[in-house]
């Protein structure tokens, strides 16, 4: 009993709570990063952006890690992509279940840890002379266990979410796959959310099926659908974010508004909100958005034909299955714009 009173009576001081809860928020975050490090290749996959404190760097082609800017984050994030290099040949069926046995496999181990952590700071906390010692071991090793178990919680229901037919996450992980097969992006008949009436339909999906619903319409030429589509996405995005999917959405919105329904100012505040991500892409659909941006939100027509033939340059090694093609037939509709743009 003696261990339990002097573990109470510290937790009364909230300094040190308040630092414990930190560096254990911290741990606990570069815990889930080196996991996704460490089992991303061993399932076909591989960390593309990691954030330390909100300093970004993205994984460049050619292997090397390139500096993104500061997004403003606590703790340490991490996000992964296909290894398209290993996962040619795999289908849509496998390559899912390879997805959730990553993020289960990186979840399982984090929980291992985690009740380590627990157990030796109980140990420590009733074990210790030293009454600052014995709450600092307790209270470090609980909250360890308390953020890595609340970030498994959110693994497993998302991985349930996106392996399920009847909810959006499971809708977007099909059409995903329908691309990598090869099916042309024009035919993936795509609704809207509102259409589809699936229960509790949360944010982070909307983010993610928003980029596949919008090329839909722009391939199959449904463009006066794009505008309540776009709105609803915009009344999902949070002034101040800049998750991975968040950025994703701002850099088709600069394309929008830079295209579609030209808005110098709305274009150039998704632009800036997508900062050095689309800034410093290189890839071909990311010069694609510049050139539209150069041209018709500042009239530089040189600018413009600078980023359409650095992505035509790239063009045969951007992405894969119909993804592709859909970007050649993007690359066109800007030559064109150039061409008429010159002409007048």
């Not at 709450?135 to 609980?142: Q, V």
């Not at 099909?174 to 008949?189: F, T, W, Y």
Request: with cysteine.
């Amino acid at each position: 009993m003696y261990g339990i009173r002097n573990i109470s009576e510290l937790s009364h001081n909230l300094f040190l709570f308040l630092f414990i809860a930190v560096l254990s928020f911290i741990l606990a975050s570069l815990l889930n990063t080196l996991m996704y490090f460490i089992f991303a290749p061993v399932f076909g996959f591989k960390v593309a952006e990691f954030r330390a404190f909100g300093l970004t760097y993205e994984k460049q082609r050619n292997g090397k890690w390139e500096y993104r800017g500061n997004k403003h984050n606590i703790g340490f994030t991490a996000s992964y992509i296909i290894d398209t290099d290993k996962c040619k040949s795999v289908d849509n069926d496998k390559l899912v279940f390879k997805e959730a046995a990553f993020m289960l496999t990186a979840a399982l181990v984090q929980i291992l840890i985690a009740v380590i952590c627990l157990f030796a700071g109980v140990f420590g906390g009733f074990n210790i002379e030293s009454v600052f010692l014995a709450s600092l071991a307790f209270w470090f090793g609980t909250s360890i266990f308390v953020f890595v178990m609340v970030r498994a919680v959110i693994t497993f229901y998302v991985v349930i979410k996106v392996n399920s037919k009847n909810t959006l996450s499971g809708y977007t992980q099909a059409a995903a796959g329908k691309i990598r097969a090869g099916v042309p992006i024009e035919k993936l008949d795509l609704k809207p959310v509102s259409e589809m009436n699936f229960k509790k339909v949360i944010d982070s999906e909307r983010l993610i099926y928003f980029p596949f619903y919008f090329a839909y319409l722009d391939a199959s030429g449904k463009f006066d659908l794009m505008a309540p589509a776009v709105e609803e996405i915009e009344r999902v995005l949070k002034p101040y974010s800049n998750s991975r999917p968040e950025l994703g959405v701002m850099i088709i919105l600069v394309y929008y508004y830079s295209y579609h329904c030209v808005s110098p100012s709305k274009a150039k505040d998704y632009y800036n909100r997508a900062g050095d991500t689309l800034a410093k892409d290189k890839d071909s659909n990311g010069m694609r958005v510049k050139g539209f941006y150069e041209l018709n939100c500042f009239g530089n027509a040189g600018k413009a034909t600078e980023c359409l033939n650095n992505a035509l340059a790239r063009i045969d090694t951007f992405s894969i299955g119909s993804e592709r093609e859909y970007e050649r037939v993007l690359l066109a509709r800007l030559s064109d714009a150039i061409n008429r743009f010159q002409s007048r």
